[in-house]
T-cell receptor, first 118, second 116 residues
Framework: AQTVTQSQPEMSVQEAETVTLSCTYDTSESDYYLFWYKQPPSRQMILVIRQEAYKQQNATENRFSVNFQKAAKSFSLKISDSQLGDAAMYFCAYRSEDYAGTASKLTFGTGTRLQVTL | ETGVTQSPTHLIKTRGQQVTLRCSSQ?????VSWYQQALGQGPQFIFQ???????GRGNFPPRFSGLQFPNYSSELNVNALELDDSALYLC???????????????FGNGTRLTVT
């Protein structure tokens, strides 16, 4: 079974600064997808960025980028130019390349609470 | 485009009772999955429905059951409620049997269930 570990329960960053959230995972599969989701107080899980395991190039979405190290099974999220609206819980998630019926199954980490200060 | 909507937003039940949570999927989405998020934890996969049939299930007992309707909306039913069932229940929809890279999950705002 796959597991996802987020070792930072809380992180804090000043507005306009850069912060990196860590995520490691364990799997025996070679093809899979990785995601970062954001959960603000509204409780809705919002997709921040995604990465296909077979792509060596790190994904980037505006101020958000990842450092994907497949051999190390590491998938960290970097937020540049942090904004007050970035404050939320951030969850790292894993999905198998599975067409047997559980393709919607995401395995989540326990989350990192990000505080953004002035 | 209408997003994923869940009802009710909050619910309080007594141990041993039964509860039904509802979810309307995003327009154009035919796959619905349910997640349980206990306090301070990440969401855990309960099951997935595609074309009105369950086609994937996580490590949850049979007292967790569901339905998907022809309009792709869905219900989550939990029988014989236990205190540990207190959690945020999230519904997510996607397009197609396989939730592909280009059709990621879209989540609702969840239903907060408290069992006393």
């Amino acid at each position: 079974a796959q597991t996802v570990t987020q070792s930072q329960p809380e992180m804090s960053v000043q507005e306009a600064e850069t912060v990196t959230l860590s995520c490691t995972y364990d799997t025996s599969e070679s093809d899979y997808y990785l995601f970062w989701y954001k959960q603000p107080p509204s409780r809705q899980m919002i997709l921040v960025i995604r990465q296909e395991a077979y792509k060596q190039q790190n994904a980037t979405e505006n101020r958000f980028s990842v450092n994907f190290q497949k051999a190390a099974k590491s998938f960290s999220l970097k937020i540049s130019d942090s904004q007050l609206g970035d404050a939320a819980m951030y969850f790292c998630a894993y999905r198998s390349e599975d067409y047997a019926g559980t393709a919607s199954k995401l395995t989540f980490g326990t989350g990192t609470r990000l505080q953004v200060t002035l | 485009e209408t997003g994923v909507t869940q009802s009710p937003t909050h619910l309080i039940k007594t141990r041993g009772q039964q509860v039904t949570l509802r979810c309307s999927s995003q327009s154009g989405h035919n796959t619905v999955s349910w997640y349980q998020q206990a306090l301070g934890q990440g969401p855990q996969f309960i099951f997935q429905y595609y074309r009105e049939e369950e086609n994937g299930r996580g490590n949850f007992p049979p007292r967790f059951s569901g339905l998907q309707f022809p309009n792709y909306s869905s219900e989550l039913n939990v029988n014989a409620l236990e205190l540990d069932d207190s959690a945020l229940y999230l519904c997510a929809s996607s397009s197609g049997r396989e939730s592909s890279y280009n059709s990621p999950l879209h989540f609702g705002n969840g239903t907060r269930l408290t069992v006393t």
